[in-house]
Protein backbone atom coordinates (compact mmCIF):
# COMPACT_ATOMS: atom_id res chain seq x y z
CA UNK A 1 0.00 0.00 0.00
CA UNK A 2 1.47 3.34 -0.93
CA UNK A 3 0.99 5.98 1.65
CA UNK A 4 1.72 9.64 0.59
CA UNK A 5 2.33 12.37 2.93
CA UNK A 6 1.80 16.16 2.43
CA UNK A 7 3.27 18.81 4.29
CA UNK A 8 4.57 22.59 3.70
CA UNK A 9 0.87 24.16 3.56
CA UNK A 10 -0.08 27.40 5.08
CA UNK A 11 -1.11 30.75 5.76
CA UNK A 12 0.94 33.48 3.38
CA UNK A 13 0.65 36.59 1.88
CA UNK A 14 -0.25 37.46 -1.66
CA UNK A 15 2.79 37.49 -3.71
CA UNK A 16 4.90 35.04 -1.04
CA UNK A 17 5.98 31.78 -1.32
CA UNK A 18 5.62 28.24 -0.53
CA UNK A 19 7.44 25.07 -0.86
CA UNK A 20 5.03 21.35 -0.53
CA UNK A 21 6.66 18.43 -0.27
CA UNK A 22 5.38 14.79 -0.58
CA UNK A 23 6.86 11.90 0.53
CA UNK A 24 6.18 8.35 -0.61
CA UNK A 25 6.27 4.70 1.83
CA UNK A 26 6.45 1.62 -0.30
CA UNK A 27 7.17 2.54 -3.53
CA UNK A 28 10.23 4.65 -5.28
CA UNK A 29 8.42 7.74 -6.52
CA UNK A 30 11.23 8.04 -9.53
CA UNK A 31 9.76 4.88 -11.33
CA UNK A 32 6.27 6.87 -11.37
CA UNK A 33 4.42 10.09 -12.38
CA UNK A 34 3.41 12.20 -9.64
CA UNK A 35 1.39 15.00 -9.45
CA UNK A 36 -0.20 18.14 -8.27
CA UNK A 37 -3.63 18.68 -7.74
CA UNK A 38 -5.35 21.45 -5.53
CA UNK A 39 -9.55 21.49 -4.45
CA UNK A 40 -10.98 25.18 -4.06
CA UNK A 41 -14.13 25.27 -1.72
CA UNK A 42 -17.39 25.12 -4.05
CA UNK A 43 -14.75 24.32 -6.96
CA UNK A 44 -13.49 20.82 -9.01
CA UNK A 45 -10.40 19.50 -8.46
CA UNK A 46 -7.70 20.83 -10.43
CA UNK A 47 -4.96 19.19 -11.91
CA UNK A 48 -1.41 21.35 -11.49
CA UNK A 49 1.64 19.82 -12.52
CA UNK A 50 3.21 16.46 -12.62
CA UNK A 51 6.98 15.01 -13.19
CA UNK A 52 6.88 11.60 -14.85
CA UNK A 53 9.89 8.88 -14.20
CA UNK A 54 12.04 10.42 -16.72
CA UNK A 55 11.72 13.78 -15.44
CA UNK A 56 10.03 15.46 -17.58
CA UNK A 57 6.88 17.96 -16.47
CA UNK A 58 4.15 19.20 -17.53
CA UNK A 59 1.39 22.23 -15.98
CA UNK A 60 -1.53 23.53 -16.27
CA UNK A 61 -1.75 26.93 -17.74
CA UNK A 62 -2.87 28.32 -14.47
CA UNK A 63 0.13 27.81 -12.58
CA UNK A 64 2.54 27.92 -15.69
CA UNK A 65 5.21 30.02 -14.95
CA UNK A 66 4.78 30.08 -11.38
CA UNK A 67 5.01 26.63 -9.91
CA UNK A 68 7.81 24.40 -10.42
CA UNK A 69 7.43 20.66 -9.70
CA UNK A 70 10.79 18.59 -8.91
CA UNK A 71 12.00 15.65 -7.49
CA UNK A 72 14.86 14.32 -4.98
CA UNK A 73 15.48 10.90 -5.66
CA UNK A 74 17.74 10.48 -2.46
CA UNK A 75 14.90 11.54 -0.17
CA UNK A 76 11.82 10.04 -2.26
CA UNK A 77 10.34 13.23 -1.86
CA UNK A 78 8.79 15.59 -4.65
CA UNK A 79 8.33 19.81 -4.59
CA UNK A 80 6.57 22.16 -5.66
CA UNK A 81 7.51 25.28 -5.31
CA UNK A 82 4.77 27.96 -5.79
CA UNK A 83 5.71 31.55 -6.03
CA UNK A 84 3.82 34.87 -6.85
CA UNK A 85 0.86 33.44 -5.11
CA UNK A 86 -2.48 34.89 -5.62
CA UNK A 87 -5.56 34.36 -3.35
CA UNK A 88 -7.41 32.18 -5.68
CA UNK A 89 -4.61 29.96 -5.22
CA UNK A 90 -6.61 29.45 -1.59
CA UNK A 91 -7.06 25.24 -1.95
CA UNK A 92 -6.16 21.69 0.03
CA UNK A 93 -3.46 20.59 -2.01
CA UNK A 94 -2.85 16.59 -3.16
CA UNK A 95 -0.27 14.82 -4.00
CA UNK A 96 -0.75 12.00 -6.31
CA UNK A 97 0.65 8.57 -7.84
CA UNK A 98 0.10 7.56 -11.07
CA UNK A 99 0.41 3.54 -12.47
CA UNK A 100 -0.51 4.30 -15.65
CA UNK A 101 -2.71 8.12 -16.38
CA UNK A 102 -1.58 10.87 -14.51
CA UNK A 103 -4.63 12.55 -14.69
CA UNK A 104 -6.47 9.41 -13.17
CA UNK A 105 -4.25 8.60 -9.94
CA UNK A 106 -4.17 5.59 -8.49
CA UNK A 107 -3.29 7.24 -5.04
CA UNK A 108 -3.71 10.33 -3.20
CA UNK A 109 -2.34 11.68 0.09
CA UNK A 110 -4.75 13.34 2.52
CA UNK A 111 -3.75 16.95 1.57
CA UNK A 112 -2.20 20.08 2.65
CA UNK A 113 -4.01 23.65 3.13
CA UNK A 114 -2.82 26.23 1.17
CA UNK A 115 -4.78 30.21 2.47
CA UNK A 116 -3.00 33.03 0.62
CA UNK A 117 -4.61 36.09 2.18
CA UNK A 118 -3.48 39.46 3.49
Known amino acids: QVQLVESGGGLVHPGGSLRLSCAAS????????IGWFRQAPGKEREFLATIRSGGTTSYADSVKGRFTISRDNAKNTVYLQMNSLKPEDTAVYYC????????????WGQGTQVTVSS
Open 26 to 33: ARTLSTYA
Open 96 to 107: TLAVTNIRRPDY
